[in-house]
């Protein structure tokens, strides 16, 4: 199978604070890892394509100094959320494909955030 | 870039009978369109996918068709039982390096016993 795992599963944190979300891949490399956010009822929201060894590819809109990608291995993203505030509450979830050239993906349980 | 169109945004139907959802894009190089099943607070998991060199693909009560000249695709679910209750997502993407899919609105299935 091609397993994704997320941590941590829920988060709540004071505001102003940063929090590390990270995205692994259990059972395969994977060059490329992808980070969404979701709201309540909505849509997948695709954030950045996280790149091994390289440097994330921001969305428009995406704050890269907000939301920093680390994609330091390949089995291995991480999402850091600095200085979080409320607004940034959200269900952020992962994917992940087996193959750079392969088309389906496989995201992770995803992280509950609440910033009070 | 590519935009995707779901409707409806909720489907209610009693057990046992079919339910359609439909998606429409706009990017006529699009050629890789999954369907993902996501129940609350859980994560999107793909239920059947479709490439652009066949029309139409089953399994078991779902089946998705395409229609590459129209730029619409479908979901269907025969004999629906209510653990089919989910919210779907169709999403089209073009198959290659630097694949990235755009995802639908999403749709509410509610089935009920």
């Known amino acids: 199978g091609a397993v994704v795992s997320q941590h941590p599963s829920r988060v709540i944190c004071k505001s102003g604070t940063s929090v590390k979300i990270e995205c692994r891949s259990l059972?395969?490399?994977?060059?490329?890892m992808f980070w969404y956010r979701q709201f309540p009822k909505q849509s997948l929201m695709l954030m950045a394509t996280?790149?091994?060894?390289?440097?994330?590819?921001?969305e428009q809109g995406v704050e890269k100094d907000k939301f920093l990608i680390n994609h330091a291995s390949l089995t291995l993203s991480t999402l850091t959320v600095t200085s979080a505030h409320p607004e940034d509450s959200s269900f952020y979830i992962c994917?992940?494909?087996?193959?750079?050239?392969?088309?389906?993906?496989?995201f992770g349980p995803g992280t509950r955030l609440t910033v009070l | 870039g590519e935009n995707v169109e779901q409707h409806p945004s909720t489907l209610s139907v009693q057990e046992g009978d079919s339910a359609v959802i439909k998606c429409t894009y706009s990017?006529?190089?699009?050629?890789?369109f999954p369907w993902y099943k996501q129940e609350l607070g859980k994560r999107p998991q793909l239920i059947i996918d479709?490439?652009?060199?066949?029309g139409e693909k089953k399994d078991q009560r779902i089946a998705v068709t395409l229609n590459k000249t129209a730029k619409h695709f479908s979901l269907h679910i025969t004999e629906t039982q209510p653990e089919d209750s989910a919210v779907y997502f169709c999403?089209?993407?073009?198959?290659?390096?630097?694949?990235?899919?755009?995802f639908g609105r999403g749709t509410s299935l509610i089935v009920h016993p």
């Open positions: 994917s992940a494909r087996r193959d750079p050239g392969a088309d389906t993906q496989y």
């Open positions: 059972d395969f490399q994977a060059t490329t």
């Open positions: 996280s790149n091994e060894g390289s440097k994330a590819t921001y």
């Open positions: 990017d006529s190089a699009s050629n890789y």
């Open positions: 479709i490439r652009s060199n066949v």
């Open positions: 999403a089209a993407s073009i198959r290659g390096g630097s694949y990235i899919p755009t």
